[in-house]
Antibody, heavy 121, light 110 residues
Framework: QVQLQESGPGLVQPSETLSLTCTVS????????WTWIRQPAGGGLEWIGR???????NYNPSLKSRVSMSIDVSKREFSLTLTSVTAADTAMYYC???????????????WGQGTQVTVSS | QSVLTQPPSASGTPGQRVTISCSGG????????VHWYQHLPGAAPALLIY???ERPSGVADRFSGSKSGTSASLAISGLRSEDEADYYC???????????FGGGTKLTVL
């Protein structure tokens, strides 16, 4: 049974860089898209971006200038970096498995429990 | 402002049938699958309906989905108190080359 676990600092200073890692256990990390989604308190879900095991990425256009993702297949983990953060980036951050193929879209079938990130001095 | 449009709230009494709509456009819902997620309080979102109308194993058949044109719907029959949650639709957007969500619908069981 595949499980995802987010990790990273819960508090980030304004203008600094937010870095999170998601560790995949229970199944192969290969041949899937891996995605990051966030939810501010009282708000809805926002897709941040995704990365394939080859390293190919897609990012939310609204965040593209500040986002980067990487993947380490040998460690079975993928990471999110968000630069120049502000209070608006305070949210619960989830990692999830995107079971889409290259020519069709499919669902986020496995989710991590989420990690709260607060941007504050 | 979410790309996909959902009503912010819905409600029903136990045993009733409730539907939640998800309206999109020609670059997202129209050509692509719609998926629904249930977000219970204090838990991570979970897949509820995939590929418009498919249920993952373990999801009760009280939940069903449909899609027509650029709109989709989630129906919940035999409403139960434990169905009280936020529900989100999502679809891939070909123009944005990314996933888009609805704003979420908060379901209250009266």
């Amino acid at each position: 049974q595949v499980q995802l676990q987010e990790s990273g600092p819960g508090l980030v200073q304004p203008s600094e860089t937010l870095s999170l890692t998601c560790t995949v256990s229970g199944d192969s990390i290969r041949s899937f898209f891996w995605t990051w989604i966030r939810q501010p308190a009282g708000g809805g879900l926002e897709w941040i971006g995704r990365i394939y095991t080859s390293g190919t990425t897609n990012y939310n256009p609204s965040l593209k200038s500040r986002v980067s993702m990487s993947i380490d297949v040998s460690k079975r983990e993928f990471s999110l970096t968000l630069t120049s953060v502000t209070a608006a980036d305070t949210a619960m951050y989830y990692c999830a498995r995107d079971s889409s193929g290259w020519t069709f879209s499919d669902a986020f079938d496995i989710w991590g429990q989420g990690t709260q990130v607060t941007v504050s001095s | 402002q979410s790309v996909l449009t959902q009503p912010p709230s819905a409600s029903g009494t136990p045993g009733q049938r409730v539907t939640i709509s998800c309206s999109g456009g020609s670059s997202n819902v129209g050509p692509n699958n719609v998926h629904w997620y249930q977000h219970l309080p204090g838990a991570a979102p979970a897949l509820l309906i995939y590929r418009n109308n498919e249920r993952p194993s373990g999801v009760a058949d009280r939940f069903s989905g449909s899609k027509s044109g650029t709109s989709a719907s989630l129906a919940i029959s035999g409403l139960r108190s434990e169905d009280e949650a936020d529900y989100y639709c999502a679809a891939w957007d070909d123009r944005l080359s990314g996933w888009v969500f609805g704003g979420g619908t908060k379901l209250t069981v009266l």
